[in-house]
């Protein structure tokens, strides 16, 4: 069995055995198709057979996707990394932060320094997800409060994006600016920036600047009725009785435009989508044209590690991308880039090997630890030929 037929086999197996009910695809090598494919339904006991162009909901593997957008306003002058973000942000100037980030009770100070640009990007922000800490931290506690409660993406349940930065405004930082790395609300605080940066709403700047150079046309917020019969229902993993609920339906969330289109985990897409998004970044940032998407220095800068460790298995992460400090054994090299999502998805890419993998499902994690399924399928993508 070849590297194709292994790759191909890992997911139709892993399909078959009902650890996910479908899911689609690709790998490629120096830019040249490797494997391709789907298997299984997008409704367990139905025949609505997956197809390999179907539409999945990316959750996080959004925020690269975002994070490029932000790059190349860099490339155009509209952005500076190191730039404070209080003039574009200003609900997020003047920042108090927690003396104790346990410990609501123990009171503020000020922020010694304004939030930049390029604290948003490596999620040194002050705000997120802190997965060292007791659940829920203070600030997540806070958040909730203000109306803006962590959980899976829900991207009708969010309110405009000047609304959402002002209730987030009005949490303390859980760290100083440029302290520590917090995940995920980096990413949304991220997408306002670029909309205001560009004077347009979020999905028209990524569409100009991303999708259509890259001829990502089924990428986007919300899925239009001509791509509907693409989008299937979303799945929670089987519980004690092996049955599954239906997380999100086929004309749910997804099926329009949501009012906050959240940089952080709110595109739909597809593996061929993903893959050519890979592959503008393993070009040094170039369309199929040969156009310039993002300058070289740009990707440079996503893709080098800018904060790490984030986590205790090699992991890193660079400006709005994760980047492996350290070779996985019989899988990516250190430098490999790219960032999986909790509702099913994953892509990576290795610029040892040139290899880039994109695996899409519709079945959400059970935890922030990938399904066995993700881990087989990096092995045969990633590992030995």
Not at 117 to 129: E, H, M, N, P, Y
Not at 156 to 177: H, N, S
Not at 364 to 381: E, H, K, V, Y
Request: proline share 10%.
């Amino acid at each position: 069995m070849d590297q194709a037929e292994r790759i191909a086999a890992t997911v139709t197996g892993a399909v078959a055995a009902g650890q996910v009910p479908g899911a689609a695809w690709r790998v490629d090598r120096h830019g040249v198709l490797l494997s391709r494919g789907a298997a299984g339904v997008h409704a367990p006991g139905t025949d609505e057979a997956v197809s390999p162009d179907a539409v999945f909901r990316l959750s996080s593997t959004t925020k690269p996707v975002v994070a490029a957008a932000a790059m190349a306003l860099v490339d155009d002058g509209l952005l500076e990394l190191d730039e404070p973000v209080d003039g574009l942000l200003p609900e997020l100037a003047g920042r108090q932060v927690l003396v104790d980030a346990t410990d609501a009770g123990a009171g503020t100070v000020h922020a010694v320094r304004a939030i930049t640009v390029r604290d948003v990007l490596t999620f040194r922000l002050g705000l997120g997800l802190d997965f060292t800490a007791p659940w829920p931290s203070p600030t997540m506690t806070a958040l909730a409060a203000a109306g803006l409660p962590a959980g899976p993406p829900a991207p009708q349940a969010a309110p405009p994006p000047d609304d959402w930065l002002r209730l987030l405004g009005t949490v303390p930082l859980a760290a100083q600016p440029g302290e520590r790395w917090l995940y995920h609300l980096g990413a949304g605080v991220l997408g306002v920036l670029i909309a205001r940066a560009a004077g347009r709403p979020l999905p028209e700047v990524l569409a100009d600047w991303v999708l259509r150079p890259l001829g990502m046309g089924s990428t986007g917020f919300g899925v239009p009725p001509s791509a509907r019969d693409r989008l299937g229902p979303h799945w929670t993993p089987p519980g004690a009785d092996g049955t599954r609920e239906v997380y999100d339906a086929a004309d749910g969330q997804w099926a329009r435009p949501p009012a906050f289109p959240d940089g952080g985990d709110g595109l739909v897409s597809t593996v061929d989508d993903v893959a050519a998004f890979a592959r503008m970044l393993q070009t040094g940032g170039c369309a199929p044209d040969g156009r310039s998407v993002l300058t070289g220095d740009a990707v440079r800068a996503m893709t080098t590690e800018q904060v790490g460790p984030v986590d205790d298995e090699g992991g890193g992460w660079g400006l709005g991308i994760g980047v492996r400090i350290t070779d996985e054994p019989g899988g990516r090299h250190a430098g490999s880039y790219g960032w999986d999502g909790g509702l099913g998805s994953s892509w990576w890419a290795d610029p040892v090997t040139g290899v880039s993998a994109v695996l899409l499902t519709n079945q959400m994690w059970a935890s922030p630890q990938p399904p066995p399924l993700f881990d087989a399928f990096r092995s045969a993508a990633f590992g030995p030929t």
